[in-house]
Nanobody, 114 residues
Framework: QVHVVESGGGLVQPGGSLRLSCAAS????????MAWYRQAPGKQREWVGT???????NYADSVKGRFTISRDNAKNTVYLQMNSLKPEDTAVYYC????????WGQGTQVTVSS
């Protein structure tokens, strides 16, 4: 059974930065891609960005230029670097690892507030 665990969430002031981590229990190269999603209170889960096996990345327009996804294959970990955070970025952030099956983490809370 594959496990995916997010970490790094917390409380940050507007304009601040956070880096989230997503650690997988097996080689992340075994997945077609890994992605970040988020879900704000009362809203549907939305896609944030994706990193493919070839390191190609794509981002939602709402985070483009502020968020960066990277990977460390040796640590089986994907990162989400979030800069210039806004209150509307407040959400639970989830990591998805996709092979023939989808593996979701339990989420980590990010709160952007002064």
């Amino acid at each position: 059974q594959v496990h995916v665990v997010e970490s790094g969430g917390g409380l940050v002031q507007p304009g601040g930065s956070l880096r989230l981590s997503c650690a997988a229990s097996e080689s992340i190269l075994s997945f077609y891609f890994m992605a970040w999603y988020r879900q704000a209170p009362g809203k549907q889960r939305e896609w944030v960005g994706t990193i493919e096996r070839n390191d190609n990345t794509n981002y939602a327009d709402s985070v483009k230029g502020r968020f960066t996804i990277s990977r460390d294959n040796a640590k089986n970990t994907v990162y989400l670097q979030m800069n210039s955070l806004k209150p509307e970025d407040t959400a639970v952030y989830y990591c998805l690892a996709r092979s023939s099956t989808e593996y979701w983490g339990q989420g980590t809370q990010v709160t952007v507030s002064s």
